[in-house]
């Protein structure tokens, strides 16, 4: 069975340092939102579970597509439920450094020889327990369909979909070596450690004025771990872990360009065919909508534990 996990090893706080708010209005999810892909055939499957300690939705889950951006061979399709796709509307040109930085990413990572690369992104809020399993042929792309759910405050709109598609990002990595076939097919241990960096990487290579980039290492696998979660977990933490030793600390500022040249390099360094950091564009996220806001725009998430195996409906 070819499993992938997927590590929220890193968080994204988009503000400078205080205190992370509480949402009266919604209880604390109890459990971890998580992702896999697997090669199914002819065919490859993502399979996308958040918000699962929330209650179910009344009725279907019901999207909208809003924006498609393409470039040679790569193209990212972000969709939205309803009310979240409304402020990716008004936002847009909010988070358009984002989705251009992971067009350019997606690019760079598609092997030569391979059929293009295609992300669709669906992002949906935090209220709603859903498990979204998405199959698509692989004659003439390789496409993962993801689903993530972003805040919807007090974090800039820009973070969580700068977040959203570091997962796909991951993802994507995961599906274009699994259809590398044989002996360009990574170690399970090394796919893991090569999408944690993406995912990693991306969101230095992303970070903007005011953004601290927080690395926490995923807790190694315990001794009775599953072997192939284990494997992933340990890995992702090792990518994590390589990462605060370039950096030299765990918490990177915006402001603190030694550690950011560190992760700048220890990333051209293991991902060489990927863009360069886009470095600080100085474009602070949503200027205007940040002002008047008291409190913190925290982004925290626990780690994770493992996620259930592919293909088991209803795990
Ligand atoms: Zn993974």
Known sequence: MHIRLHAWSIVLLAALGSVPPTDARRPERTTEDSWGVRLLGTRVETLSKVNMGMPARDGSLRTRHVTTRRLSGAAIELHADLETAAKLDAQAPDFAPEL???L???QRMRPPGQPRARIILTLVDTRHRTTWRRSHPVARATIVDVLVAVPDAPTPLSVGVGKALSTALHEMRHALSARGGGARRPSRRDDEYQASLVESCYLVSTMRTGDTLRLTPRER?????YFVSAQSRNAAHDAVRDLVRASGTPIVRWYDGTARAGLERACANALPTL?????DTAVPHAAGSRQGRTGARHRSRAPRSPPPPLGRPGA
């Open 221 to 225: 696998a315990g001794m009775h771990e």
């Open 104 to 106: 350019q990413w997606l």
């Open 275 to 279: 863009p360069a950091t886009q470095a």
């Open 100 to 102: 251009d930085t992971a």
